[in-house]
């Protein structure tokens, strides 16, 4: 922590503490929103995809990801440091794909489970490919929004 920031936030705690119960609130929201986006992706998200085939994906991503989304960037719930990365829904699904595995759509239309997490047998292998991309997907839009920032200055 730097001393500005810290010096700063000693001044909000000064003036009453309601600078901490209002970041403790948004920290809450965050990680409710967070856990509703791991858990979205990886169980809403498929038996959507089977109910309602193309368009229950459609209705599944419009869903959980334009309500996290929202909350966290619009809503502004996650509280992220305007001069550091944003770390939210990405993480929160990768450690849903860590923790607790993946479930497939198999072609005849049943879900199973094809990847066990560390909390269901530790068979991390089936999550690699999901946090890769994830990875991939974070650091191209980190450089485009390090490109977009740049152009502000």
């Given at each position: ?6 010096q ?60 996290a ?13 305007p ?7 990405a ?63």
């Open positions: 922590m730097t001393k500005g920031v810290l700063k936030n000693q001044k909000f705690y000064k003036e009453g503490g309601v600078f901490y119960l209002m970041k403790l609130s948004r920290i809450l929201i965050g990680a409710i929103t967070g856990a509703f986006a791991g858990y979205g992706v990886f169980t809403i998200w498929p038996s959507a995809l089977a109910h309602w085939h193309w368009l229950g994906g459609w209705l599944a991503a419009g869903l959980i990801i334009t309500t989304w929202w909350l966290n960037h619009y809503v502004n719930a996650f509280p992220n440091d001069d550091g990365a944003w770390v939210d829904m993480l929160a699904i990768w450690l849903s794909a860590l923790l607790g595995g993946l479930v497939q759509l198999k072609p005849s239309g049943e879900l199973i489970r094809s990847g066990y997490g560390l909390f269901h047998g530790i068979s991390i292998v089936p999550a690699l490919m999901t946090i890769v991309l994830e990875l991939i997907g974070a650091t191209i839009a980190g450089y485009l929004l390090y490109l977009f920032r740049r152009s502000d200055a």
